[in-house]
């Protein structure tokens, strides 16, 4: 995975389902949220981490770091997490590990362009985890012609999807400001391509009202002066059964949905209206 070209780093982002969703999974919430449950996010990169989107706390029993706990079974780790959560302080490490845990709110400035903005920029003090401070060490790697993995995972609902389009905005972001757009705004091309996937590859489960229903596999290709040069998305594992067939509760994939609700010639095609089906 970490290998690349002469002078052509490549970063990789892929998702990652777990099999099944655990107990105290929720259904996600639709916008910014961070679907349900718990999402991980790690680098090939250390990250120091920028600044969050809430005021910082010195917390012994949930510090930024959970390592730095006195004890590590699980039962302190969750603890940890929920005490955190309680404060607002959604983004927690383990080394390199990133945790992040849906806020079910929208939580202001979170991931607004200031918050990339400090995150984009070189801070002398560790700053507290984040999604974007991920994304920022591993794009310090590339400029370093080192080439990148970054693996997403969780539970059903756990906003691995959205992890997936923050990521992708500090990598567009940052791209463009160390060098300028690509030909043909390529980074903006890649970003519009999210809905089209989730279209076709997402819908609503009992969990989770946009669930992907496949992983996914992102490569990104840059060249030395950190442009991004090109890009390859593969798909894999789709869940084709529910095409013909959805759970109580369920429903099909969104195109399904946009095809009844949208299509010009919906009659003549014996579509009913979306709500139908």
Request: with cysteine; hydrophobic share 35%; proline share 6%.
């Amino acid at each position: 995975l970490l290998s690349a070209g002469p002078g052509a780093p490549i970063v990789r982002l892929e998702e990652v389902a777990s099999p099944s969703a655990g107990p105290g999974t929720a259904q996600g919430n639709p916008g910014r949220s961070l679907g349900g449950g718990r999402v991980h996010a790690r680098s090939s990169s250390r990250s120091s981490g920028p600044s969050p989107c809430v005021p910082r706390a010195a917390m012994a029993d949930a510090p930024d770091d959970l390592t730095k706990l006195r004890s590590l079974d699980p039962s302190a780790i969750e603890e940890a997490l929920r005490r955190r959560y309680e404060r607002d302080l959604i983004h927690s490490s383990i080394n390199q590990l990133l945790v992040v845990v849906n806020p079910y709110k929208t939580l202001k400035n979170a991931y607004d362009q200031r918050t990339l903005q400090e995150y984009s920029e070189y801070a002398s003090e560790p700053r507290p985890p984040h999604v974007f401070s991920v994304a920022s060490a591993s794009y310090r790697g590339l400029l370093e012609a080192k080439s990148q993995s970054i693996v997403i995972s969780g539970e059903s609902g756990a906003g691995k999807t959205e992890t997936s389009k923050i990521i992708l905005q500090y990598l567009a972001h940052a791209a463009t400001a160390t060098s300028g757009s690509s030909t043909g705004g390529l980074e903006d091309r890649i970003i519009a391509s999210t809905p089209v996937l989730e279209a076709f590859g997402n819908a609503r489960t009992v969990l989770n009202d946009n669930s992907s229903r496949y992983g996914k596999f992102l490569s990104l290709r840059f060249d030395v002066s950190g442009k991004i040069i090109g890009a390859a998305i593969s798909t894999y594992l789709l869940e084709k059964s529910r095409v013909i067939s959805q759970s109580p509760g369920e429903r099909n994939y969104h195109a399904a949905y946009q095809l009844c609700a949208g299509h010009p010639d919906a009659r003549a095609l014996r579509l009913s209206e979306a709500d139908k089906y």
